[in-house]
């Protein structure tokens, strides 16, 4: 797993031509069954793929934190919600709540997430390969590429399912 991390941004940069031409189309013309699609891509790879092993998302990338994230994980520490805020957030370019720093400061060195049961809907949702409408999000899935190998895996199945 280690190697397929370290080997993806220049992976991912070698493909980016080619999906940025499929996403294109796809965005132009999505397949009727494209959600079903998707769900199955998804639900495939991650029976072959051990996040466990990886945890690449949480070392290199953080999530945003949503006002009802906020709530919800200060609630589970106990803090105050400006406490959580001066603790462990700060806004970025566009306005939004990120970490203060990566990897995230909720990563054990088991690759386990220590707030879990009440981690960032951004994280729950991450690489976001089963939503709905997924031709939507491509530029988001073309940066995805480069950090998590299951988003890769996905994409080049989906390449290699859709007809051009
Ligand atoms: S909150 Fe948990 S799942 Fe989200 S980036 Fe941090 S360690 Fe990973
Ligand atoms: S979602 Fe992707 S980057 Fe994150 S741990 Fe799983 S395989 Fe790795």
């Not at 980016?16 to 494209?34: D, G, I, R, S």
């Not at 060195?109 to 939503?131: G, L």
């Amino acid at each position: 797993m280690q190697d397929q991390i370290n080997n993806l941004p220049k992976w991912a940069k070698d493909k980016h031509k080619e999906n940025k031409t499929f996403f294109t189309k796809l965005k132009k013309k999505p397949p009727k069954q494209l959600d079903y699609i998707m769900q199955e891509l998804h639900e495939e790879e991650f029976e072959r793929t051990d996040c466990l092993a990886c945890a690449n998302c949480c070392k290199t990338t953080g999530p945003l934190f949503t006002p009802k994230d906020i709530q919800r994980i200060a609630k589970f520490f106990r803090m105050k919600e400006q406490q959580f805020i001066e603790t462990y957030l700060r806004l970025d370019e566009e306005n939004d709540y990120v970490l203060q720093s990566v990897p995230c400061t909720f990563l054990g060195a088991d690759n386990y997430c220590s707030i879990y049961d009440v981690r960032p809907k951004a994280c729950s949702e991450f690489p976001h390969t089963d939503r709905k409408k997924f031709q939507q999000i491509s530029n988001l899935t073309l940066k995805n590429v480069a950090i998590c190998p299951a988003a890769y895996n996905i994409v080049e199945a989906m390449k290699k399912r859709i007809p051009k």
